[in-house]
């Protein structure tokens, strides 16, 4: 716990004007980001009486070691550069809103030749149409089934809308009149745009329009006695009045504005947010923080709005937006608002009518939502930490192991050995921090041995990291460095891009703790217990290699498979927790999700060298013309008895590529003839579309993936 007089500025050396201000704690990671009219007024607010401040202001500043800042010219400049930093460090001292779910959105994709109808989540794209939040995706689909009468605008994905225009066939919406198959020709591209804009329109809430027009076409219609085309009509305006009913009018004059409310207690706060187009409510949204320090509603509302339309410009920010209090001060926030939208966006709270009717109602929403969170928290909190305290007790640990590690080793019959890291953290997963290895220090299976290796390259890294930054104890030996260029790989078992680094560990970074910059660092972040996916030899493997390492602060643990129980180094009997214990419970869940991590990342691997083929090997050939190649010989057979001059008549490739494609292939030997499992032929030729290779499945093709071999 550090003294905050120890890092507190000389007087006179803070400047009284408006900036953005940084605390750092001992190892450089920013851990909390705040913004000034004055920087000298609000800093000396944190160096005055520890017993003056708020709880939570009092554990940021004793955890900070140091405090710099940046002066900037006016209050707006101040908010935009707080949120850049807040969003780039990720702070774990600020205000940080918990959105419990990715809200789904009624997209519109004006960005393509034959706009699309579709949910969508995640971030927004350029060129596409959104309307919602909505709570629930079922709700979209409701509506959508209902306008695609009056709208029929194409929903398919876009191979459903190629194998159909290949095929000349339309899909069953087609058929049934909810789609204008633009796929077939029936519509041309400019009518089916138009169509996408009204639909827009209509969910924009210009509706009175569109039902005007289609009550007069009924009337017309019924006048010339075509009863038929007038019975479709009213059912088309029937449907209309159905979508429009799903949102009722809640405002008049067709006001678009948002609505935000929030409730709060002394720890923790929920925000709700009511999105209203054309009078309507088109969505809704909630939020819950913590409140890590003293802060007023007006602050928490000024958070809300920069995690709201921090991201958002145009239309997506409304005319209006209603707020139980205002930030203060209050004019360079609504600069920047209107900044974001580039018109006049007004800010402020609703007095009296409807506006101050709904605004009640959010209000509602808002306490709910901070109610049924604490609920839910008090049992996850009460769960996690009897399960934390269980492991301690269990493995005779100081304190609870608040970061767990866990270790798996997954192949298939020796090939393609890989390994997997993830992370728990307070019991929660923490998939960011999830890494790959490949085992590259031997060939063949060896569970034991591949655990070591791990285990060392790991911590061997770590230890690199603390020796890089200065944390090196005296009377300890450095370990080599690791390389520099090692690089993250993604959590979802694709494949990490880069160079690979010379001792193996191009799939292994850590980003837990931050650069000098504030930025992550590679490996700095130790464990407080490594747990294996094992028995007692992956748990001395993994012991040895931290003793190698001279580090004996980090205790580790295996859970074998078989009958559940967990191995401690040294033991010759194994720690048995009982079924019921969520602490057994936790470490299943932490070995279950290693184990699961392992076997995507090693059967995405055997997948792509399965698909490899000789076209691979040739250097700077990349996949467009390696494409066009086959697309253009129709099989890597052909292509290897053709002329530099013939493969030369692919665009794109020239007579140089074309010497080495050719050299390359002839001196790669033919690939073995590809056998047909299912009846024992041998296929002689390859199949179109190969990029090399044999097209067929290999000996185990037809047996189910856990019968194939054993993956550990």
């Known amino acids: 716990m550090a003294d905050p007089s120890s890092y507190r500025p000389r007087p006179g050396e803070i400047p009284d004007s408006p900036g953005v201000y940084r605390f750092r704690d001992e190892h450089r990671r920013v851990i909390y980001v705040g913004k000034a009219k004055s920087l000298r007024q609000r800093l000396a607010n944190y160096f005055q009486d520890l017993a003056n401040l708020h709880p939570r202001t009092r554990t940021m500043v004793t955890t900070a070691a140091s405090v710099e800042w940046t002066v900037v010219s006016t209050e707006v400049e101040a908010l935009q550069l707080e949120y850049s930093w807040i969003k780039e460090y990720d702070p774990r001292f600020n205000v940080k809103y918990r959105d419990d779910k990715s809200y789904p959105y009624l997209a519109v994709t004006m960005n393509e030749e034959y706009p699309r109808v579709q949910v969508m989540r995640g971030q927004k794209k350029k060129g596409v149409r959104y309307f919602g939040p909505y709570t629930h995706a079922w709700a979209i689909r409701d509506t959508v089934d209902l306008l695609l009468r009056v709208f029929p605008v194409r929903t398919c994905s876009s191979g459903v809308f190629k194998n159909a225009a290949r095929t000349g066939r339309p899909c069953l919406l087609g058929y049934i009149g909810k789609c204008s ?64 009913e799903k949102s009722a009018v809640v405002l008049a004059d067709a006001t678009d504005a948002d609505l935000i409310a929030v409730a709060e207690d002394e720890l923790e706060a929920a925000v709700q947010i009511f999105h209203v187009r054309g009078g309507r409510v088109r969505g809704q949204r909630g939020w819950v923080t913590d409140k890590v320090e003293e802060i007023t509603t007006g602050a928490l509302v000024e958070h809300a709005l920069q995690q709201l339309y921090g991201e958002e410009s145009g239309d997506a920010v409304p005319k209006e937006v209603l707020v139980p209090a205002l930030p203060e001060p209050v004019e360079p926030v609504q600069e920047w608002l209107t900044g974001r939208r580039g018109a006049n966006v007004s800010l402020r709270i609703p007095q009296r009518g409807d506006k101050k009717a709904l605004m009640e109602t959010v209000e509602r929403n808002a306490q709910q939502a901070l109610v049924l969170h604490k609920t839910k928290r008090a049992s996850d909190l009460t769960t996690r930490s009897r399960a934390l305290e269980e492991i301690a007790e269990a493995l005779d640990l100081d304190s609870a192991p608040l970061r767990i590690e866990c270790y798996d080793i997954s192949h298939l019959q020796g090939d393609d050995v890989v390994a997997s890291m993830v992370v728990f953290e307070d019991g929660l997963q923490r998939k960011g921090e999830y890494r790959r290895f ?142 019921t214990s969520e602490g057994l419970y936790l470490l299943q869940r932490v070995r279950d999700e290693a184990h699961r ?64 494609i050719a050299g390359f292939l002839a001196r790669a030997a033919p690939a073995a003839p590809a056998v047909n499992t299912a009846t024992g032929e041998i296929i002689d030729d390859e199949e179109p579309g190969t990029t090399g290779g044999s097209s067929a499945e290999p000996v185990t093709a037809g047996v189910p993936d856990e019968r194939r071999g054993q993956e550990t």
Request: proline content about 8%; hydrophobic content about 35%; overall charge neutral.
């Open 181 to 244: 198959a633009p796929c077939v020709d029936r519509i041309s591209p400019e009518e089916h745009r138009a169509l996408a804009e009204e639909f827009c329109d209509f969910m924009a809430g210009r509706t009175g329009t569109y039902l005007r027009r289609l009550e007069k076409q009924m009337e017309l219609a019924a006048d010339d006695m075509e009863y038929e085309r007038a019975a479709r009509l009213r059912d088309d305006i029937v449907a209309l009045r159905k979508a429009m």
């Open 438 to 579: 490949q085992i590259k220090g031997f060939a063949g299976q060896d569970d034991v041995r591949s655990m070591h290796e791990v285990i060392t390259r790991r911590f061997r890294r770590y230890l690199a990291e603390k020796e890089r930054t200065g944390e090196w104890t005296d009377g300890e030996a450095a370990p080599a460095p690791a390389p520099a260029d090692a690089r993250p790989a993604p959590a979802d078992g694709r494949p990490a891009p880069g160079p690979a680094a010379p001792d193996g560990d191009a799939d292994v970074v850590m980003h837990s703790l931050k650069d000098d910059e504030g930025r992550p660092r590679k490996f700095a972040y130790p464990p407080q217990l490594v747990v294996v996916d094992g028995g007692q030899p992956q748990v001395a493997a993994a012991r040895r290699a931290l003793d190698e390492l001279g580090i004996d602060d980090i205790a580790v643990c295996g859970l074998a498979k078989r009958l559940e129980e967990v191995w401690v180094p040294g033991e010759d009997d194994p720690v048995v927790l009982p079924r």
């Open 597 to 660: 991590f392992a076997i995507t990342y090693q059967r995405a691997k055997r997948a792509k060298r399965l698909r490899s083929g000789p076209l691979d090997d040739v250097p700077g050939l990349g996949d467009t013309r390696k494409q066009a190649l086959i697309k253009h010989f129709g099989s890597v057979k052909k292509l290897r008895s053709a002329t530099i001059e013939q493969i030369q008549e692919v665009p794109g490739v020239g007579r140089k590529t074309a010497e080495t």
